[in-house]
């Protein structure tokens, strides 16, 4: 699991981009830092990726789910504790309604 988040005295957030892979922004309000994260979601999905995940600030999971279907994803919560959840994002993976076809009986 990666490091998810640092709260010291300059009240930094780090930001998951990739596993191992993280952005801080320095004297940067929580505002910025949801900013950053929303749009770095936003350009995965619009890259087209079938599947991904990214931790994301629960204070930031409805916005992140409403942008998501928008764009034709569904997502599913994974781990997580009070701040922040495992979210795994994924487009066009829902089942879809089965074909009909009509037959005749011989009767």
Same mark, same amino acid.
């Given at each position: 699991m990666p490091?998810?988040?640092?709260?010291?005295p300059t009240h930094m957030? +780090?930001?998951?981009? %990739?596993d191992g892979l993280r952005l801080r922004f320095p004297a940067r309000s929580e505002d910025f %830092?949801?900013?950053? =994260?929303?749009?770095?979601?936003a350009v995965l999905m619009d890259q087209g990726m079938r599947e991904f995940s990214r931790w994301i600030s629960?204070?930031?999971?409805?916005?992140v789910e409403a942008i998501a279907k928008q764009m034709g994803y569904h997502?599913? =919560?994974g781990?997580? %504790?009070? =701040?922040?959840?495992?979210l795994t994002f994924r487009h066009g993976l829902a089942k879809s309604k089965p074909s009909l076809r009509?037959? +005749?009986s011989a009767g």
């Amino acid at each position: 699991m990666p490091v998810k988040a640092f709260r010291g005295p300059t009240h930094m957030r +780090h930001i998951h981009l %990739d596993d191992g892979l993280r952005l801080r922004f320095p004297a940067r309000s929580e505002d910025f %830092d949801q900013g950053v =994260e929303i749009g770095m979601v936003a350009v995965l999905m619009d890259q087209g990726m079938r599947e991904f995940s990214r931790w994301i600030s629960r204070g930031n999971l409805g916005q992140v789910e409403a942008i998501a279907k928008q764009m034709g994803y569904h997502t599913v =919560e994974g781990s997580g %504790d009070g =701040e922040w959840v495992d979210l795994t994002f994924r487009h066009g993976l829902a089942k879809s309604k089965p074909s009909l076809r009509l037959v +005749h009986s011989a009767g």
